[in-house]
């Protein structure tokens, strides 16, 4: 950043030299006439563009025509013609449509006029001699790495979606940055974490005619309305300022969900800046017309004396659509991400605008952000079905969900905890571990093994994707089928192409935890994130011998909501107890299981049957509050102490008075699934 500004200060100091008589710069005349053709003055960054041009070359000493082309095709090839028929001896152009203007520049080259192109490259001639240029591969790279690490998909996270809108198709940039966003991009949609539920994902179907902003606002408002009306938008991409501007007013007018989604930009419109510092967009990519500008100007000058213009890249550009290759020697500026964390130090302090140019008081407080409320709840199913001899087996579904005040789901997180104890001789491993299916990722090995559409947890989150916005009743309504191999699946095409595995269970869970009566509100002012986790263990199981053994797989569930500042905004803990009768042939017996630890309430008779002043539901509340406002980290440094019975409790008298049980495994089950989060 002090490169950018040390090199802008030269910049302003190389000028005013020229200014005040100190370098040499040559007479303006029509011997030293720079033609300079924008495409049109709707679009903020072109005026400066041809503006900041206009007056560095003056200052240099040259004489400039510059010309705006409306944005018609036919107007700007009749400027250039002008310019060359004037006698311009450089021309530089910014092309509306980089496949328009091989005839003109044919007499351009006729001439010996070297051409730059400006921004955009100009197609399918061999009169363009140089192009100057920000790395727009760069730009589209750095818009997908934002929406990478604010949606923490290197960590996993989703899944999120995503709708993307790109620039006008006779633009050759939007090959760049379309194509680099989704170098970063497309391995999140392949494996689920990234869904495109409107499914218009192809270049050419997001093109926006003329960059415009009315146009981009006209497809957003259909696909909210098509696609969004019971779900919620986690993310943009929109590869520049005006289409960004055309997806927040149909956001604007047209979206209802509970989660403002992260949208890319570029250019820093001052028409956009506002939306930015409002948090209404997540980035612009800052692309310092005065940089390029100073770089074009270099070149010129070169040119003009002779002299080999500056060149930092000969192999990316190639302006020969057919089978020929025809590489234009380049120059790239490098292009800076502008967020609300850097906009002063970008565009303020380095003098692009000023805080009366943008509308902005920098005296006054930021706005905080409206506080809304919040409900988080956890459900699980769980079954033993799948128990046969040899094999006891504890299937857990569990679900948390966070439910806004219309009772919609705004997230929700999707487990199971499958414990499988092989029986030998009336016996189990009590060391076994456990993984759940998301913890066991495609070890899973559901594609391997089966036909399966995906991975289990690529499924899975396919199904949280589409219950988003959704009530437990319309969970609940969600039309199955029983097909051919038992599985109960849904019959909606669209949810089967991506999520063909059995979801009566999920749906159960899912439901359980939108109406969990002990479920904890809480209120968030900005994003927060859900994470579950559930650890399971068997040590207590009893081998078989002259009578019956118990397999008891017992596991502790948790959900915690994580705010920006990575606390604890909301908590919830459950466990399970089922225990399955086995004898000494393996063979299964009895099984016992009347719900979770939670549901059961006074039934658990904890306090019936120990010294307990509460029982563990009671307690696990206790524990909720308790967790609310901590980071994992400080969860896990609670200090505890080994009781008398053996149990791992609270050192804190005051807080042993409402949490008397072993937090231990309460501690890692939460602090886990903070981390998930």
């Not at 790109?166 to 633009?171: A, S």
């Not at 456990?434 to 990722?441: A, D, N, P």
């Not at 191999?485 to 009566?504: M, N, P, Q, R």
């Not at 078989?544 to 803990?573: C, R």
Request: glycine letters at 8%.
């Amino acid at each position: 950043m002090k490169k950018i500004l040390a090199m802008l200060l030269a910049f302003c100091m190389i000028f005013a030299l020229a200014a005040c008589g100190q370098a040499a710069a040559p007479a303006a005349s029509a011997d030293n006439l720079v033609g300079v053709a924008m495409p049109t003055k709707d679009l903020q960054r072109w005026n400066q563009d041809g503006e900041n041009m206009k007056t560095m070359l003056e200052a240099a000493g040259y004489a400039v025509d510059l010309q705006y082309g409306a944005n018609d095709i036919a107007t700007q090839v009749s400027q250039i013609e002008n310019m060359i028929a004037n006698g311009c001896k450089v021309l530089v152009i910014a092309s509306i449509d980089g496949d328009s203007l091989g005839t003109v520049l044919a007499q351009a080259k006729e001439k010996n006029i070297p051409v730059i192109a400006y921004d955009r490259l100009i197609m399918n001639s061999d009169a363009v001699t140089y192009y100057a240029t920000f790395d727009n591969w760069l730009v589209g790279t750095k818009q997908g790495e934002f929406i990478e690490e604010q949606l923490g998909l290197k960590d996993g996270k989703g899944p999120f979606n995503i709708e993307f809108i790109t620039g006008d198709p006779g633009d050759n940039n939007i090959n760049f940055f379309f194509d680099g966003a989704m170098s970063i991009l497309q391995k999140y949609l392949d494996n689920g974490q990234l869904v495109c539920p409107s499914g218009q994902t192809e270049k050419a179907v997001v093109a926006t005619a003329n960059w415009a902003t009315d146009a981009a606002q006209a497809r957003f408002e259909n696909i909210l309305s098509s696609y969004y009306a019971d779900k919620q938008l986690d993310a943009v991409l929109a590869s520049n300022d005006s289409t960004a501007c055309g997806v927040e007013n149909a956001l604007e007018s047209s979206y209802s969900g509970s989660v403002y989604p992260v949208i890319t930009g570029q250019d820093c419109d001052i028409a956009i800046m506002k939306n930015l510092i409002e948090g209404k967009q997540g980035m612009s990519v800052f692309k310092d017309t005065r940089t390029l500008a100073a770089k074009v100007v270099e070149m010129v000058d070169a040119i003009m004396k002779g002299q080999e213009p500056p060149i930092n890249d000969t192999e990316t550009y190639d302006n020969d659509s057919s089978d020929g290759v025809r590489i234009v020697p380049s120059f790239l500026c490098e292009p800076v991400a502008c967020t609300v964390a850097n906009y002063k130090e970008l565009l303020i302090d380095s003098g692009y605008y000023t805080y009366d140019t943008l509308g902005i008081d920098p005296d006054a407080e930021p706005a905080a952000p409206a506080e809304a409320a919040y409900k988080l709840g956890m459900g699980v199913s769980l079954n033993t079905d799948s128990s046969k001899t040899g094999n006891a087996q504890v299937d857990a579904t569990y679900a948390a969900v966070v439910l806004d005040d219309a009772g919609k789901i705004v997230a929700v997180k999707l487990d199971v905890a499958q414990s499988k104890m092989d029986v030998t001789d009336g016996a189990v491993d009590t060391a076994k571990e456990f993984k759940t299916k998301v913890e066991l990722g495609d070890d899973y090995n559901m594609a391997k093994f089966s036909d399966a559409v995906a991975e289990w947890y690529v499924q899975a989150a396919a199904f949280e994707a589409y219950v988003l916005g959704m009530t437990a009743d319309e969970v609940e309504a969600m039309e199955t089928v029983v097909n051919e191999s038992g599985h109960t699946v849904t019959t909606d095409e669209t949810l089967y192409a991506s999520c063909s595995i059995s979801i009566g269970d999920f749906k159960e869970a899912v439901v359980k935890a939108c109406r969990d009566e002990q479920g904890v509100e809480f209120t968030a002012a900005g994003e927060f994130t859900l994470g579950i986790a559930a650890n399971t263990k068997s040590d207590e199981s009893v081998a078989a011998g002259d009578e019956d053994g118990v397999v008891k797989m017992y596991t502790d569930y948790g959900a915690a909501v994580v705010g920006a500042d990575g606390k604890i905004l909301a908590a919830l803990t459950d466990a399970t107890q089922p225990q399955i009768a086995i004898n000494k042939a393996g063979e299964i017996g009895d099984v016992t299981f009347k719900g979770t630890k939670r549901e059961l309430k006074e039934d658990y008779n904890m306090v019936k049957f120990s010294d307990a002043a509460h029982e563990w539901y009671e307690q696990a509340a206790a524990f909720s509050a308790f967790a609310a406002g901590k980071t994992a980290d400080e969860l896990r440094a609670s200090e505890l102490k080994l009781n008398d019975e053996g149990h791992m409790v609270f050192v804190d008298e005051a807080l042993y008075a409402s949490v008397s049980i072993s937090v231990d495994g309460i501690i890692d089950v939460v602090a886990k699934a903070a981390d998930n989060a």
